[in-house]
């Protein structure tokens, strides 16, 4: 079974500061993709970043980038700089060969500081 | 701007109402997908299409009919509907759908259902 599971229910940073968002998967596919979105109160949510099992890059837009380790299972979402309106619940969510289903974490709720 | 559309934004309901939700997207994606999500939670995976077919049903309740009228557009029909299935309900779409893992799914801006 694939699982998604993020530990920081809650983080708090300064503005201009980076902020490191942690997810940790598990599957028993080969092949596999990673995302991370974001969901201000307003609701909507927003595609941030990918990263495919095979890229050997991480992943970078913008001021996000994705640390990926594949050996740790871990893709972290990295926001440099961070600004008032980076504030919103962030969710990682993989999806693996199972018809379109992306397996959501529990979620980060990121509030960044003046 | 995203390219997935859905109204009404707010809809409040009684449990004897029959209303709809609606969804379009302008990315030319071939497959579709409703969601339901409740506060500080993720969302939760109810119906998806491909090429107008229905893919995936995650054993919802029948009082949700989901209906894809063609590639660009997609209906969640709401009847008898109770309390709890008070939810924001996230419309999304992708270029395939089918398991492809580099397919992203963009979402709409959702429905704020509320059921009295």
């Known amino acids: 079974a694939q699982k998604i599971t993020q530990t920081q229910p809650g983080m708090f940073v300064q503005e201009k500061e980076a902020v490191t968002l942690d997810c940790t998967y598990d599957t028993s596919d080969q092949s596999y993709g990673l995302f991370w979105y974001k969901q201000p109160s307003s609701g909507e949510m927003i595609f941030l970043i990918y990263?495919?099992?095979?890229?050997?890059q991480n992943a970078t837009e913008g001021r996000y980038s994705l640390n990926f380790q594949k050996a740790r299972k871990s893709a972290n979402l990295v926001i440099s700089a961070s600004q008032l309106g980076d504030s919103a619940m962030y969710f990682c969510?993989?999806?693996?060969?199972?018809?379109?289903?992306?397996?959501f974490g529990q979620g980060t709720e990121l509030s960044v500081k003046p | 701007d995203t390219e997935v559309t859905q109204t009404p934004k707010h809809l409040v309901m009684g449990m004897t109402n029959k209303k709809s939700l609606k969804c379009e997207q302008h990315m030319g994606h071939r497959a579709m997908y409703w969601y339901k999500q409740k506060a500080k939670k993720p969302p939760e995976l109810m119906f998806v299409y491909s090429y107008e077919k229905l893919s995936i049903n995650e054993s919802v309740p029948s009082r949700f009919s989901p209906e894809c009228p063609n590639s660009s557009l997609l209906n969640l029909h709401l009847h008898a509907l109770q309390p709890e299935d008070s939810a924001l309900y996230l419309c999304?779409?992708?270029?395939?759908?089918?398991?492809?893992?580099?397919?992203?799914?963009?979402f709409g801006p959702g429905t704020r259902l509320t059921v009295l």
């Open positions: 999304a779409s992708s270029q395939v759908g089918g398991g492809t893992y580099t397919d992203t799914q963009y």
């Open positions: 969510a993989m999806e693996g060969n199972q018809g379109g289903k992306l397996i």
């Open positions: 990263q495919g099992s095979y890229d050997e």
